[in-house]
């Protein structure tokens, strides 16, 4: 027990001694509470003075400082972590659905000049394929469907999902005026995606069977109608479809032109991902980290509802169409809630998914790399979610703030260097 004790304070003095020769250079401390769990095995403490204290941790070591006035932060705006230098400086970004709700925050990024301020120039360009522009090179991120990453990465093509963008996903159905039952729909036109035994379709049809609208039995006519969601609907509105998938955007028009909601809800499935190519990933992570984290930067403004007008008057500036009724408060909204301002990645969400659409379980880590994005998130002062998988150690769990000349700085290791500069 005494042994415990010396070891416990032995390491309070050192992270104490650290934490006040930093202090008066960047930062004042209001409250300071330590925490020290008592380890199983011995903590070894080197110290090399005014310069280096190394902490190896067996355990749990924990110190928190519950408050932290910023006095000075010089040239580091958003970024509290130093990252080296983009490796590649151009980059190209590929989208599938031109629409405003599916790219606001890489647009915010742009106009607000975070990705510039990173060192980048990045282009955004509508891509047919964006799975095959990243695998030939013509692009280096994307934004792209999570379960076609997850399947790409299964056939081997080296695809990973970096990042979360659109972290839910919303199922929307609406049926003509004429449709009471299910069994009105015998013999119509319905387009829920795909034709039955498609996964689409077959997902839509389960999930309307769950909202208490069960189609199984009934023998309907499974169309394709090209030009997106918009002519969708209006097939609809028209009477040529007796079913059709929508958008939030198009819930006021449906509803005010009588016909019925079916199947009105969001599942807590990733929608779409950041992705990019694991040779690419490898050879630039400054550049994957930076680029992150200019998109984090545009996602905190775009997920603040104050800033619909901003983000609704800059989008046309970039060739996006604003449509009536996205200018609706509950609308726009309705965008907002399918993204997450962490851009986090919940693994547990990406098992259900497999799940429920039926796809080969497989480990979270063979098509996921979130160690970019562990460090953008930390440069921001954003809680890793998630943090990446045997990275520090299953077993270990340390998180200490380090104050040094012009940044706060947040690890998480279980060896790890305090230093402050000279």
């Not at 008066?24 to 401390?29: F, I, K, N, R």
């Not at 680029?291 to 104050?306: E, Y």
């Not at 609308?331 to 301002?341: E, H, I, S």
């Not at 769990?397 to 380090?402: G, P, Q, Y």
Request: glycine letters at 8%; aromatic letters at 8%; proline letters at 4%.
């Amino acid at each position: 027990m005494k042994t415990r004790m010396l070891q416990i304070l032995s390491v309070m003095m050192v992270l104490g001694l650290v934490l006040s020769a930093c202090q008066p250079q960047v930062v004042e401390v209001e409250k300071e509470v330590v925490v020290t769990q008592v380890v199983e095995k011995e903590v070894q403490v080197e110290v090399e003075v005014e310069k280096v204290v190394e902490v190896e941790v067996e355990k749990v070591v924990e110190v928190e400082v519950e408050k932290v006035v910023e006095v000075e932060k010089k040239g580091v705006g958003f970024s509290l972590v130093e990252m080296g230098a983009a490796e590649t400086s151009k980059v190209t970004v590929g989208i599938r659905i031109p629409n405003v709700g599916s790219n606001a925050p890489l647009y915010v990024a742009v106009d607000q000049g975070f990705y510039a301020e990173e060192g980048l120039e990045v282009e955004i360009i509508e891509a047919e394929s964006v799975s095959a522009g990243l695998v030939g090179g013509s692009l280096q991120f994307a934004i792209g469907e999570a379960s076609d990453a997850v399947n790409a990465a299964a056939e081997g093509t080296g695809l990973e999902i970096v990042a979360g963008y659109r972290n839910r996903q919303p199922f929307y159905v609406a049926v003509g005026k004429d449709i009471e039952t299910p069994a009105d729909l015998e013999g119509k036109d319905v387009l829920l995606g795909g034709t039955p035994g498609s996964l689409d379709f077959d997902l839509r049809a389960s999930l309307m069977k769950d909202a208490g609208f069960d189609i199984t039995g009934v023998t309907v006519n499974p169309v394709s109608v090209p030009g997106g969601s918009n002519a969708w609907v209006e097939q609809l509105l028209a009477g040529n479809l007796s079913a059709s998938v929508f958008f939030a955007r198009h819930r006021p028009g449906i509803i005010e032109a009588g016909h019925t909601l079916v199947l009105d809800t969001y599942k807590e499935w990733p929608n779409d991902s950041v992705v990019a190519h694991k040779d690419f990933v490898d050879a630039n992570p400054n550049t994957v980290a930076r680029f992150i984290r200019a998109t984090l930067r545009g996602m905190q403004i775009w997920k603040d509802p104050s800033n619909q007008a901003y983000v609704q008057e800059m989008m046309p500036e970039y060739g996006f169409r604003v449509k009536e009724p996205e200018y609706l408060v509950d609308v726009y909204q309705a965008d907002l809630d399918m993204y997450d301002k962490d851009m986090g990645l919940d693994p547990a969400a990406f098992a259900n998914m497999l799940s429920v659409f039926g796809m080969e379980a497989t480990s979270f880590e063979s098509y996921t790399d979130v160690s970019a994005l562990n460090l953008a998130q930390s440069s921001l002062g954003i809680a890793n979610r998630p943090l990446a998988s045997g990275k520090f150690g299953d077993d270990v769990t340390l998180r200490v703030m380090v104050m040094g000349n012009n940044r706060v700085e947040d690890f998480a290791t279980n060896e790890f260097t305090m230093y402050r500069e000279q």
